[in-house]
């Protein structure tokens, strides 16, 4: 048979000769690392599982799996060594792999996984009824061998997914790949148009021409007419009348062994050895891919989108302009291709980013399916309508309920908000099982708990089923629900290692986010629909639990917002304790270092948590309280009996990321008093306990102070390693403001030994993350290392209005430099007094003052571009 041959960069793959080329020339590659490649080649970006791997490239053998790794090495370093600067495969943790640069295809009769036939034969040769594709089929080529696969072993496979998901289509294609394997033919049963589960058979036999009598059942009838055939049969939308097609299916499967039958359904026939294929949604860029066309174009979803739109308006081509909205519009949607398809075909009208803005109200942008669609296609609303309707109403009341959740929910979440009236808490399982079962939920079991999660569209349509119904109340079982859990994070924080206590708490953030936009009013935002909104007190509750997984996973800029609007708010009638974290977070999160007295905010959550007797708030707020008043210079005298206080507080329970924290703090006040032995102990023996703890966040805290203290002990060369290997790790965490300050102490020691070009990268990068956390404070000492280095680039006037810029912050804001950073600006300023007259540069100076901060930015990162810091080495 002959092969399809594959280019890919300077690579051409021959299949049928089975040689690898590069710009013509041939390379040596062994067989089974030629049939690993293969494999991931003609998937062109699918995911190929290990599994598929071992069964394609060593069928029937028993080997080890460090097979796959050896050949996949061997593979990465050959590309690599004729095309370095890109990667041609990626593993996909704990799943597979996936080969991600874009591949072309030469006419040729290519033998994908399972296939028995070529589904590029003209179709008029071979018996079959299969329509003739309107549009091209995209993606979908792992799930396609798979299938053909699966069927001609055990003749029996359900093709189940939610509404719009594409199991009509694939079902087609598998159909069309599979023509030659079935001598007599592919014959598809449409029984959408069916009402009448007597009329299944009947349907069955006029596709394949059986004569139906009055003597016999059509079911009969099928069996001895289709007894010596070898067909596939395909059941296309099964879901309404799955009671007489699982009966019809496993007779058919008993009297005539060499039919194969593959159904499509929104949940599975339950006959027996049926084998239940999820179809999954089509791949879409994670938030902060596809910004590229090229990149974005990886992603089938993003094909589909494009094809379509090209479909609707002639020569439409993906720009770089277009793909962070086209990628956004397609992850917006899930991935559903029918979704995708609709919101393409509104490009003839709107562009991208006017889709993209239009998606909140999804189901009246896009309700033109086409005037070939079924009916029950031809709107987003319509799909999802054919499948509540075979809902039975205990089940359609759960469903609407589950509603509230805006990215998923746990078994324990559901339960607590949907029970009531007929529905017990021992029914959730039993009725999201059935939700399941028929698409309408799905269930993730790859985290540390099932997650269960509906697809965005649905769930929209499930929230104005909830609205409709004049059922209100479940928002604040939901809210209450997230208060509970997040306060249980709180007690749990404290001796948790940090990557166990994100993987429990962390998949609600998104919830977390659209409770507490409930309950201040803006439900709107987050819902799609109105509603009754708002429990302010509730929201105080909940904002007071928020700090830590806000701070966990950077969401500064979230927990800001969210403290404002729970300030207002606090009442007498506040408990003590959440009325302290309310406060103790507002302080925190608005802190100018080293400041002349403790602020009355600070003061009021140290006096909330002392009447509230919560031990571990009180010491967080008197240690945060002391840390404000610290500085080179500067030790205020309260500073060290409450940082003393903080320490004994919980020097008589077990160890926890507190104690650590507080300690550390005592290190700080020692160095900064000039004792740096004794605050290096210090913050030694706090590094132990978070390592002990698994307390990541802390640990990188840790390395940020001793590298600080290797550096004012003169060990510029161990602060450099200490702080590029915490560079490295905060990427890894994606704990951003630990990484911001890291950077820019890292441009400090660069600039201490003139590497001005590392240092100015480390800076700008450190400068555009504090913008983007909204830490203006932190920012100034990343203008400073760059002014610094302007000077030291001979750039002298950027250099002195920069220093302008920051001396007025600095005199407005009473913030004071900490200890290296003096020393840099130190350094700067007899840099320019030497080069500058006295008079130029105090007018260079006064100029500086008065810049706005988007100027100073432009200004300080002209000289070279910004470039992401230890990125490879993340």
Same mark, same amino acid.
């Given at each position: 048979?002959?092969?399809?041959?594959?280019?890919?960069?300077?690579?051409?793959?021959? @299949?049928?000769?089975?040689?690898?080329?590069?710009?013509?020339?041939?390379?040596?590659?062994?067989?089974?690392?030629?049939?690993?490649?293969?494999?991931?080649?003609?998937?062109?970006?699918?995911?190929?599982?290990?599994?598929?791997?071992?069964?394609?490239?060593?069928?029937?053998?028993?080997?080890?799996?460090?097979?796959?790794?050896?050949?996949?090495?061997?593979?990465?370093?050959?590309?690599?060594?004729?095309?370095?600067?890109?990667?041609?495969?990626?593993?996909?943790?704990?799943?597979?792999?996936?080969?991600?640069?874009?591949?072309?295809?030469?006419?040729?009769?290519?033998?994908?996984?399972?296939?028995?036939?070529?589904?590029?034969?003209?179709?008029?040769?071979?018996?079959?009824?299969?329509?003739?594709? *309107?549009?091209?089929?995209?993606?979908?080529?792992?799930?396609?061998?798979?299938?053909?696969?699966?069927?001609?072993?055990?003749? +029996?496979?359900?093709?189940?997914?939610?509404?719009?998901?594409?199991?009509?289509?694939?079902?087609?294609?598998?159909?069309?790949?599979?023509?030659?394997?079935?001598?007599?033919?592919?014959?598809?049963?449409?029984?959408?148009?069916?009402?009448?589960?007597?009329?299944?058979?009947?349907?069955?036999?006029?596709?394949? /021409?059986?004569? #139906?009598?009055?003597?016999?059942?059509?079911?009969?009838?099928?069996?001895?007419?289709?007894?010596?055939?070898?067909?596939?049969?395909?059941?296309?939308?099964?879901?309404?009348?799955?009671?007489?097609?699982?009966?019809?299916?496993?007779?058919?499967?008993?009297?005539?062994?060499?039919?194969?039958?593959?159904?499509?359904?929104?949940?599975?026939?339950?006959?027996?050895?049926?084998?239940?294929?999820?179809?999954?949604?089509?791949?879409?860029?994670?938030?902060?891919?596809?910004?590229?066309?090229?990149?974005?174009?990886?992603?089938?979803?993003?094909?589909?989108?494009?094809?379509?739109?090209?479909?609707?308006?002639?020569?439409?081509?993906?720009?770089?302009?277009?793909?962070?909205?086209?990628?956004?519009?397609?992850?917006?949607?899930?991935?559903?291709?029918?979704?995708?398809?609709?919101?393409?075909?509104?490009?003839?009208?709107?562009?991208?980013?006017?889709?993209?803005?239009?998606?909140?109200?999804?189901?009246?942008?896009?309700?033109?399916?086409?005037?070939?669609?079924?009916?029950?296609?031809?709107?987003?609303?319509?799909?999802?309508?054919?499948?509540?309707?075979?809902?039975?109403?205990?089940?359609?009341?759960?469903?609407?309920?589950?509603?509230?959740? #805006?990215?998923?929910?746990?078994?324990?979440?559901?339960?607590?908000?949907?029970?009531?009236?007929?529905?017990?808490?021992?029914?959730?399982?039993?009725?999201?099982?059935?939700?399941?079962?028929?698409?309408?939920?799905?269930?993730?079991?790859?985290?540390?708990? @099932?997650?269960?999660?509906?697809?965005?569209?649905?769930?929209?349509?499930?929230?104005?089923?909830?609205?409709?119904?004049?059922?209100?109340?479940?928002?604040?079982?939901?809210?209450?629900?997230?208060?509970?859990?997040?306060?249980?994070?709180?007690?749990?924080?404290?001796?948790?290692?940090?990557?166990?206590?994100?993987?429990?708490?962390?998949?609600?953030?998104?919830?977390?986010?659209?409770?507490?936009?409930?309950?201040?009013?803006?439900?709107?935002?987050?819902?799609?629909?109105?509603?009754?909104?708002?429990?302010?007190?509730?929201?105080?509750?909940?904002?007071?639990?928020?700090?830590?997984?806000?701070?966990?996973?950077?969401?500064?800029?979230?927990?800001?917002?969210?403290?404002?609007?729970?300030?207002?708010?606090?009442?007498?009638?506040?408990?003590?304790?959440?009325?302290?974290?309310?406060?103790?977070?507002?302080?925190?999160?608005?802190?100018?270092?080293?400041?002349?007295?403790?602020?009355?905010?600070?003061?009021?959550?140290?006096?909330?948590?002392?009447?509230?007797?919560?031990?571990?708030?009180?010491?967080?707020?008197?240690?945060?309280?002391?840390? /404000?008043?610290?500085?080179?210079?500067?030790?205020?005298?309260?500073?060290?009996?409450?940082?003393?206080?903080?320490?004994?507080?919980?020097?008589?329970?077990?160890?926890?990321?507190?104690?650590?924290?507080?300690?550390?703090?005592?290190?700080?006040?020692?160095?900064?008093?000039?004792?740096?032995?004794?605050?290096?102990?210090?913050?030694?023996? *706090?590094?132990?306990?978070?390592?002990?703890?698994?307390?990541?966040?802390?640990?990188?805290? /840790?390395?940020?102070?001793?590298?600080?203290?290797?550096?004012?002990?003169?060990?510029?060369?161990?602060?450099?390693?200490?702080?590029?290997?915490?560079?490295?790790?905060? +990427?890894?965490?994606?704990?951003?403001?630990?990484?911001?300050?890291?950077?820019?102490?890292?441009?400090?020691?660069?600039?201490?030994?003139?590497?001005?070009?590392?240092?100015?990268?480390?800076?700008?990068?450190?400068?555009?993350?504090?913008?983007?956390?909204?830490?203006?404070?932190?920012?100034?000492?990343?203008?400073?290392?760059?002014?610094?280095?302007?000077?030291?680039?001979?750039?002298?006037?950027?250099?002195?209005?920069?220093?302008?810029?920051?001396?007025?912050?600095?005199?407005?804001?009473?913030?004071?430099?900490?200890? /290296?950073?003096?020393?840099?600006?130190?350094?700067?300023?007899?840099?320019?007094?030497?080069?500058?007259?006295?008079?130029?540069?105090?007018?260079?100076?006064?100029?500086?003052?008065?810049?706005?901060?988007?100027?100073?930015?432009?200004?300080?990162?002209?000289?070279?571009?910004?470039?992401?810091?230890?990125?490879?080495?993340?």
């Amino acid at each position: 048979m002959l092969g399809d041959t594959y280019r890919f960069g300077p690579f051409r793959l021959n @299949t049928a000769e089975r040689q690898l080329l590069v710009h013509d020339a041939p390379l040596v590659l062994n067989g089974r690392a030629f049939d690993v490649l293969t494999s991931l080649v003609r998937r062109r970006g699918q995911l190929t599982s290990r599994d598929t791997l071992m069964d394609e490239v060593w069928p029937g053998i028993a080997v080890i799996e460090n097979n796959i790794d050896a050949h996949l090495v061997k593979l990465r370093k050959l590309f690599k060594l004729h095309d370095p600067g890109r990667d041609y495969i990626v593993t996909d943790a704990g799943r597979g792999y996936r080969f991600i640069v874009p591949v072309s295809v030469s006419e040729g009769a290519a033998e994908a996984p399972g296939r028995t036939g070529d589904p590029e034969r003209p179709a008029s040769l071979l018996p079959h009824n299969l329509p003739v594709e *309107a549009t091209g089929f995209i993606g979908r080529e792992a799930e396609l061998g798979d299938i053909a696969h699966i069927l001609l072993e055990r003749r +029996r496979l359900t093709l189940v997914g939610s509404g719009g998901v594409g199991k009509t289509r694939t079902a087609l294609r598998v159909g069309a790949r599979l023509l030659e394997g079935f001598r007599d033919g592919v014959w598809l049963v449409e029984l959408a148009p069916l009402a009448d589960a007597g009329l299944v058979g009947e349907a069955v036999c006029r596709v394949v /021409s059986a004569p #139906v009598s009055g003597e016999r059942s059509p079911v009969e009838v099928a069996v001895a007419f289709l007894r010596h055939k070898a067909l596939l049969l395909i059941l296309d939308s099964c879901e309404h009348l799955l009671s007489a097609t699982a009966e019809l299916a496993a007779t058919l499967l008993a009297g005539c062994p060499d039919v194969a039958i593959l159904a499509t359904s929104r949940q599975p026939l339950r006959i027996a050895g049926e084998v239940v294929y999820r179809l999954p949604s089509l791949p879409v860029p994670a938030a902060g891919d596809g910004q590229t066309a090229a990149d974005a174009t990886r992603f089938a979803a993003v094909r589909l989108f494009v094809q379509r739109a090209a479909d609707a308006a002639s020569g439409y081509v993906l720009t770089d302009e277009d793909a962070p909205f086209v990628s956004a519009i397609c992850r917006r949607l899930d991935g559903v291709a029918m979704a995708i398809e609709l919101a393409a075909a509104r490009r003839t009208v709107l562009k991208p980013v006017e889709i993209a803005a239009r998606l909140e109200n999804a189901f009246r942008l896009l309700n033109s399916g086409g005037v070939s669609a079924l009916p029950r296609h031809q709107t987003l609303w319509a799909t999802i309508d054919w499948s509540h309707s075979l809902l039975c109403p205990v089940e359609q009341i759960i469903f609407r309920r589950l509603s509230v959740f #805006v990215d998923g929910f746990s078994l324990q979440g559901a339960t607590l908000v949907v029970q009531g009236d007929e529905i017990g808490e021992d029914d959730v399982l039993d009725l999201l099982e059935r939700l399941v079962d028929k698409s309408l939920v799905n269930a993730d079991m790859t985290g540390a708990a @099932t997650r269960f999660r509906m697809l965005e569209a649905t769930r929209h349509y499930a929230r104005e089923k909830l609205r409709a119904s004049g059922e209100t109340g479940r928002d604040q079982l939901a809210a209450s629900y997230l208060a509970d859990f997040f306060a249980a994070a709180e007690a749990a924080w404290p001796t948790t290692a940090t990557e166990v206590w994100l993987a429990h708490y962390a998949p609600e953030v998104e919830n977390l986010r659209a409770a507490i936009d409930w309950a201040f009013g803006e439900s709107g935002k987050y819902h799609g629909v109105a509603g009754a909104t708002g429990d302010a007190a509730l929201g105080v509750r909940l904002v007071a639990h928020a700090g830590l997984v806000a701070e966990e996973m950077s969401m500064q800029a979230d927990l800001k917002r969210w403290l404002r609007a729970a300030l207002p708010h606090l009442t007498p009638d506040t408990p003590p304790a959440e009325a302290g974290r309310v406060r103790f977070w507002a302080n925190k999160s608005q802190a100018v270092f080293s400041v002349t007295d403790i602020s009355p905010g600070r003061r009021e959550a140290i006096a909330l948590f002392r009447a509230a007797g919560d031990v571990v708030g009180l010491s967080s707020a008197l240690r945060t309280a002391a840390m /404000s008043i610290v500085g080179p210079g500067k030790i205020h005298p309260e500073a060290a009996p409450m940082l003393n206080e903080a320490i004994a507080l919980l020097r008589t329970r077990k160890p926890c990321k507190d104690l650590a924290t507080a300690m550390a703090h005592l290190g700080a006040f020692h160095y900064y008093s000039g004792d740096l032995a004794t605050a290096r102990r210090y913050n030694q023996d *706090a590094l132990a306990i978070r390592r002990a703890l698994g307390d990541r966040t802390g640990c990188l805290a /840790s390395a940020l102070n001793l590298a600080e203290f290797e550096f004012i002990g003169g060990n510029v060369e161990g602060a450099i390693a200490y702080a590029e290997q915490a560079v490295i790790d905060a +990427r890894r965490a994606s704990h951003l403001p630990t990484l911001a300050d890291l950077l820019a102490n890292l441009a400090g020691y660069r600039l201490a030994t003139d590497q001005v070009d590392a240092a100015r990268r480390a800076a700008s990068e450190s400068l555009a993350l504090n913008r983007a956390l909204d830490h203006h404070d932190h920012a100034l000492p990343c203008l400073e290392h760059l002014a610094l280095a302007h000077a030291l680039s001979g750039a002298h006037q950027e250099a002195a209005r920069l220093l302008g810029y920051t001396e007025g912050h600095f005199r407005r804001t009473g913030q004071v430099r900490d200890l /290296s950073e003096q020393r840099a600006h130190d350094r700067l300023v007899a840099l320019l007094r030497e080069a500058l007259p006295a008079a130029t540069l105090a007018a260079l100076m006064a100029e500086g003052s008065a810049w706005p901060d988007a100027v100073a930015d432009r200004i300080a990162q002209q000289v070279a571009p910004v470039e992401r810091l230890g990125e490879s080495a993340a």
